[in-house]
């Protein structure tokens, strides 16, 4: 079992930046990957960015290359989302998930956080 929550969201203008949090806990050790993924309204939900958990490897979604960054911290079981430049159409809540090798294939996600909403004004 997996614990996910998510922090970090908020009001920002058109061209700031946020970093949102994703601190896991109970059997993080299986976890495989964690990634995270946003719906804005009206629109389904879609990925943004990942990282392998053991080997640091990243993905990015189009959008997202060059002004977002995913990282995590071993030590506090926690992954982070730098957003820089952020554009109206960043828009939406975001959600961390965990896949989790334990649970189903590696690359379907298992574990999912509450959402934290990033809201961008001009």
């Known amino acids: 079992q997996v614990q996910l929550v998510e922090s970090g969201g908020g009001l920002v203008q058109a061209g700031g930046s946020l970093r949102l949090s994703c601190a896991a806990s109970g059997r993080t050790f299986s976890i495989h990957a964690m990634g995270w993924f946003r719906q804005a309204p009206g629109k389904e939900r879609e990925f943004v960015a990942s990282i392998r958990w053991s080997a640091g490897t990243t993905d990015y979604t189009n959008s997202a290359k060059g002004r977002y960054t995913i990282f995590k911290d071993n030590a506090k079981n926690t992954v982070y989302l730098q957003m820089n430049s952020l554009k109206f159409e960043d828009m939406a809540v975001y959600y961390c998930?965990?896949?989790?090798?334990?649970?189903?294939?590696?690359?379907?996600?298992?574990?999912w956080g509450q959402g934290t909403q990033v809201t961008v004004s001009s």
């Open positions: 998930a965990a896949d989790d090798s334990w649970v189903r294939d590696i690359g379907t996600y298992d574990y």
